[in-house]
């Protein structure tokens, strides 16, 4: 694995994700504390809790991360606390390494790949404003 990784999930829920952000707080995981610094809640506008459908999620998104075996059993930890909290939950996982051929994606309850988010997407950055530049041509 590379030096930097982007990284990010989701985690889908049948159960109120800001209970499972909790119970992350109270395990105290220097891991979990680590992920909680940059995720994100989403509620759906209209759930229930008494359907069986989705609920709300719990994104995570860095761009600089340093993607090492402590990140690793700690997202592992994650995702079977997950499975502990809501046994209908849905998650996906994608990694961009610095190499073009580091990379992952999987999901985890989801055979249907119905999660479409977060995905990767290899792009450019050219380190410059290009607006801010005079143009070649015009």
């Known amino acids: 694995m590379g030096?930097?990784?982007e990284v990010g999930f989701c985690i889908e829920f049948t159960k109120d994700p800001e209970e499972f952000v909790a119970l992350m707080r109270v395990d105290g995981r220097d891991a979990f504390k680590d992920f909680l610094l940059y995720m994100y809640i989403?509620?759906?506008p209209n759930a229930t809790l008494e359907e069986e459908e989705p609920y709300g999620y719990v994104h995570f998104y860095h761009n600089h991360w340093k993607w090492y075996e402590d990140s690793v059993s700690g997202f592992n930890d994650?995702?079977?606390m997950a499975e502990e909290f809501d046994e209908?939950?849905?998650a996906k996982f994608v990694r961009l390494g610095e190499?073009?051929?580091d990379t992952e994606e999987e999901w985890y309850n989801d055979d249907n790949y119905e999660l479409e988010y977060p995905y990767m997407i290899?792009?450019?950055d050219t380190g410059v404003k290009l607006e801010?530049?005079?143009k070649v041509e015009e």
């Open 132 to 134: 801010n530049l005079k």
């Open 99 to 101: 190499e073009a051929d």
């Open 3 to 5: 030096y930097r990784s």
């Open 42 to 44: 989403e509620e759906l």
């Open 122 to 124: 290899r792009s450019i």
């Open 88 to 90: 209908k939950f849905k």
């Open 78 to 80: 994650l995702i079977q």
